[in-house]
Protein backbone atom coordinates (compact mmCIF):
# COMPACT_ATOMS: atom_id res chain seq x y z
CA UNK A 1 0.00 0.00 0.00
CA UNK A 2 3.21 1.98 0.69
CA UNK A 3 3.56 2.35 -2.98
CA UNK A 4 0.15 3.37 -3.94
CA UNK A 5 0.97 6.36 -1.55
CA UNK A 6 3.77 7.50 -2.97
CA UNK A 7 2.34 7.11 -6.75
CA UNK A 8 -1.08 9.37 -5.01
CA UNK A 9 1.33 12.14 -3.49
CA UNK A 10 3.18 12.27 -6.49
CA UNK A 11 0.70 12.47 -9.36
CA UNK A 12 -1.94 14.28 -7.18
CA UNK A 13 -4.53 11.27 -7.73
CA UNK A 14 -5.82 8.37 -6.08
CA UNK A 15 -3.76 5.37 -7.18
CA UNK A 16 -3.72 1.51 -6.60
CA UNK A 17 -1.92 -1.14 -6.83
CA UNK A 18 -2.66 -4.81 -7.54
CA UNK A 19 -0.69 -6.18 -4.61
CA UNK A 20 -1.98 -3.71 -1.87
CA UNK A 21 -6.00 -4.17 -3.23
CA UNK A 22 -5.91 -7.95 -3.03
CA UNK A 23 -4.28 -7.38 0.96
CA UNK A 24 -7.09 -4.96 1.24
CA UNK A 25 -9.84 -6.90 -0.29
CA UNK A 26 -8.90 -9.98 1.43
CA UNK A 27 -8.72 -8.39 4.68
CA UNK A 28 -11.96 -6.33 4.05
CA UNK A 29 -13.30 -10.52 3.60
CA UNK A 30 -11.92 -10.67 7.40
CA UNK A 31 -10.14 -13.75 6.14
CA UNK A 32 -7.02 -15.15 7.03
CA UNK A 33 -6.44 -18.56 5.69
CA UNK A 34 -6.11 -18.63 2.40
CA UNK A 35 -6.10 -21.06 -1.07
CA UNK A 36 -3.85 -19.56 -3.92
CA UNK A 37 -3.97 -20.34 -7.57
CA UNK A 38 -1.78 -18.97 -9.92
CA UNK A 39 -0.88 -19.95 -13.50
CA UNK A 40 3.07 -18.67 -13.00
CA UNK A 41 6.34 -21.13 -12.51
CA UNK A 42 6.72 -22.04 -8.84
CA UNK A 43 9.30 -19.30 -8.15
CA UNK A 44 7.00 -16.84 -9.33
CA UNK A 45 4.14 -18.68 -6.96
CA UNK A 46 6.44 -18.88 -3.92
CA UNK A 47 7.12 -14.95 -3.95
CA UNK A 48 3.43 -14.66 -3.92
CA UNK A 49 3.23 -16.63 -1.22
CA UNK A 50 6.32 -14.95 0.45
CA UNK A 51 3.98 -11.56 0.37
CA UNK A 52 0.80 -12.35 1.11
CA UNK A 53 2.47 -14.69 4.28
CA UNK A 54 4.37 -11.03 5.56
CA UNK A 55 0.73 -9.24 5.10
CA UNK A 56 -0.62 -11.65 7.64
CA UNK A 57 -2.45 -14.47 5.47
CA UNK A 58 -1.56 -18.13 6.01
CA UNK A 59 -1.83 -20.26 2.84
CA UNK A 60 -3.71 -23.42 3.35
CA UNK A 61 -2.90 -24.67 -0.43
CA UNK A 62 -1.27 -23.52 -3.20
CA UNK A 63 -1.50 -24.36 -6.76
CA UNK A 64 0.39 -23.46 -9.60
CA UNK A 65 0.09 -23.75 -13.59
CA UNK A 66 3.75 -23.72 -14.32
CA UNK A 67 3.39 -21.05 -17.65
CA UNK A 68 6.25 -18.64 -18.04
CA UNK A 69 4.70 -16.93 -21.14
CA UNK A 70 2.59 -14.18 -20.43
CA UNK A 71 0.78 -14.27 -24.06
CA UNK A 72 -0.28 -18.44 -22.63
CA UNK A 73 -1.44 -17.12 -19.35
CA UNK A 74 -3.75 -15.05 -21.43
CA UNK A 75 -5.06 -17.25 -23.62
CA UNK A 76 -6.30 -19.21 -20.67
CA UNK A 77 -9.72 -20.01 -20.77
CA UNK A 78 -12.53 -19.12 -18.30
CA UNK A 79 -12.93 -23.08 -18.02
CA UNK A 80 -8.91 -23.34 -16.98
CA UNK A 81 -9.22 -20.55 -13.74
CA UNK A 82 -12.72 -22.38 -12.76
CA UNK A 83 -10.61 -26.18 -12.53
CA UNK A 84 -7.73 -24.37 -10.97
CA UNK A 85 -9.15 -22.89 -8.09
CA UNK A 86 -12.22 -25.85 -7.46
CA UNK A 87 -8.63 -27.74 -7.61
CA UNK A 88 -6.77 -25.58 -4.73
CA UNK A 89 -10.01 -25.19 -2.46
CA UNK A 90 -9.61 -26.71 0.62
CA UNK A 91 -11.96 -26.57 3.51
CA UNK A 92 -9.31 -24.94 5.56
CA UNK A 93 -9.63 -21.99 3.47
CA UNK A 94 -11.83 -19.00 4.23
CA UNK A 95 -11.28 -17.94 0.42
CA UNK A 96 -9.77 -18.83 -2.38
CA UNK A 97 -7.72 -16.15 -4.46
CA UNK A 98 -6.74 -16.45 -7.71
CA UNK A 99 -3.56 -14.39 -8.75
CA UNK A 100 -2.72 -12.46 -12.31
CA UNK A 101 -4.12 -9.84 -14.09
CA UNK A 102 -3.54 -11.54 -17.41
CA UNK A 103 -5.46 -14.37 -16.09
CA UNK A 104 -9.58 -14.55 -17.08
CA UNK A 105 -11.33 -14.96 -14.07
CA UNK A 106 -13.68 -12.35 -13.62
CA UNK A 107 -16.89 -13.92 -15.15
CA UNK A 108 -16.27 -17.02 -12.96
CA UNK A 109 -16.06 -15.46 -9.61
CA UNK A 110 -20.39 -15.54 -8.31
CA UNK A 111 -20.76 -18.81 -9.71
CA UNK A 112 -17.27 -20.46 -8.00
CA UNK A 113 -18.26 -18.59 -4.92
CA UNK A 114 -21.39 -20.56 -5.14
CA UNK A 115 -20.03 -23.76 -5.71
CA UNK A 116 -17.61 -23.12 -3.00
CA UNK A 117 -19.63 -21.86 -0.53
CA UNK A 118 -16.92 -18.81 0.13
CA UNK A 119 -15.43 -15.91 -1.17
CA UNK A 120 -12.96 -15.99 -4.34
CA UNK A 121 -11.11 -13.21 -5.48
CA UNK A 122 -8.96 -12.47 -8.24
CA UNK A 123 -6.43 -9.73 -9.00
CA UNK A 124 -8.45 -8.20 -11.64
CA UNK A 125 -11.38 -7.76 -8.74
CA UNK A 126 -9.46 -6.64 -6.33
CA UNK A 127 -7.97 -3.70 -8.26
CA UNK A 128 -11.26 -2.70 -9.45
CA UNK A 129 -12.91 -2.75 -6.19
CA UNK A 130 -9.80 -0.99 -4.56
CA UNK A 131 -10.44 1.85 -7.68
CA UNK A 132 -14.12 2.06 -7.41
CA UNK A 133 -12.84 2.84 -3.37
CA UNK A 134 -10.24 5.07 -3.83
CA UNK A 135 -12.56 7.35 -6.18
CA UNK A 136 -15.52 6.87 -3.72
CA UNK A 137 -17.58 4.59 -5.87
CA UNK A 138 -19.65 1.53 -5.47
CA UNK A 139 -21.38 -0.12 -7.95
CA UNK A 140 -23.11 -3.96 -8.41
CA UNK A 141 -20.15 -5.42 -10.85
CA UNK A 142 -21.57 -9.41 -10.51
CA UNK A 143 -17.97 -10.32 -9.50
CA UNK A 144 -18.51 -11.88 -5.55
CA UNK A 145 -18.95 -10.99 -2.54
CA UNK A 146 -16.18 -8.81 -2.37
CA UNK A 147 -18.60 -6.01 -3.94
CA UNK A 148 -21.14 -6.38 -1.43
CA UNK A 149 -18.71 -5.14 1.72
Known amino acids: ?43 VTQREIDFLESSGFDMVNTKSLGLV ?5 GKLSLDDATSLAKSVNSELAQAVFISCTNFR ?16 ISSNSATLWACLKALG ?5 GLGELFDV
Open 105 to 120: TSDALPLLEEQLGKPV
Open 1 to 43: MLFATQISEVARCPAVTTSGAVVEALKKLEVRKIALATPYIQE
Open 137 to 141: GKIQA
Open 69 to 73: ENLKI
